[in-house]
């Protein structure tokens, strides 16, 4: 069945680069998203990327995708406190829901 | 601010009532999506409409029910609350019937749910 796995945890020093890992199961996943989700708010929709492509940057952020491997990556440049939060990777296919990961996350510290 | 608002922000009852939460989705969409998140299940699509009509089903316990009304506002009705019940409840919205990257859901802060 459609599975997304992230690890559960990652801490960096402000500066620095944060590589935020995902795994998929559905190939048949047409889109998948980077949400971040901090204390007491919603998810936050960061980026999002067509199954096609292989690299998608947006400022800060640079999503990798192999499709080959199931495997979606998210790189936050310059990590800053501000980026502490959890992350969720989603897959998304032409039915009408997106399958989230358990989340991952980011610790910055100072 | 992603425009989709959830009320009550937080609601606290007791095992076996019934709760209302509510959603207005952001203006201009047509899909409203309800999402449970609890520490144990992550989180777990639970049911869509768009435009007045369900489109999809997931995890949603009989208990619950939710309908999407004529100005687009969603309600989920939570009957019978169990402990277990108690987790955030996100709405999500997106212009169309699918979360294709060219519409894809935003979500509202949630309504956390707590069952004594």
């Known amino acids: 069945g459609e599975d997304v796995e992230q690890s559960l945890f990652l801490s960096v020093r402000e500066g620095d680069s944060s590589v935020i890992n995902c795994t998929y199961t559905d190939s048949s996943s047409t889109y998948l998203y980077w949400y971040k989700q901090e204390p007491g708010a919603g998810l936050q929709l960061l980026t999002y990327i067509f199954s096609n492509m292989d690299m998608k940057q947006d400022q800060r952020l640079t999503v990798l995708l192999n499709k080959k491997d199931k495997h979606l990556s998210l790189r936050i440049a310059d990590t800053q406190t501000g980026d502490s939060a959890i992350y969720f990777c989603?897959?998304?296919?032409?039915?009408?829901?997106?399958?989230f990961g358990s989340g991952t996350r980011l610790l910055v510290r100072p | 601010d992603s425009g989709v608002t959830q009320t009550p922000k937080h609601l606290i009852t007791a095992t076996g009532q019934r709760v209302t939460l509510r959603c207005s989705p952001r203006?201009?969409?047509?899909?409203v999506y309800w999402y449970q998140q609890s520490l144990d299940q992550g989180l777990q699509f639970l049911i869509q409409y768009y435009n007045g009509e369900e489109r999809a089903k997931g995890n949603i316990l009989e208990r619950f029910s939710a309908q999407q009304f004529p100005d687009l506002h969603s309600e989920l009705n939570l009957s019978s609350l169990e402990l277990g019940d108690s987790a955030l409840y996100f709405c999500?919205?997106?212009?169309?019937?699918?979360?294709?990257?060219?519409?894809?859901?935003?979500f509202g802060n949630g309504t956390r749910l707590t069952v004594t």
């Open positions: 203006s201009g969409d047509l899909s």
């Open positions: 989603a897959e998304g296919d032409s039915s009408y829901k997106l399958i």
């Open positions: 999500a919205s997106s212009v169309a019937g699918t979360g294709s990257g060219n519409s894809p859901l935003h």
